[in-house]
């Protein structure tokens, strides 16, 4: 499995579309992680790029973000990529919570650029 957080340093980025790159765990069978690596997303808004291709083709099957929009969300998931929102802090801290259980999607679309949204403790 490979999970990809929007990132900016080694926080989630709030914005998925113009995060500085995205943070990709694999994580074997048994729920630890094995690999990580950074990937680069175009310049520009990456809703509008090939970056959901790029991740899918990766094998990434889940998305932990921030926020973002209902287009976006609807671009992943049709490419096999689930999503959960209202995701906040360290990329490493984030990956341990999910893998542990304990994070839900936040059910936010994000209908404008600015936005505040911690990860809600399932």
Known sequence: MKIALPSNGNMVDAHFGHCEYFTVFTVSEDGKVTAREQVTPPPGCGCKSNIVHTLAEMGVSLMLAGNMGQGAVNKLESRGIRVVRGCAG??????????????????????????DHACHQG
Do not use: M, R
């Not at 360290?90 to 936005?115: F, K, M, P, R, Y």
């Open 90 to 115: 360290n990329v490493d801290a984030v990956t341990e919570q999910w893998l542990a259980g304990t994070l839900a999607d936040s059910g936010i679309s994000c209908a404008q650029h600015a936005h």
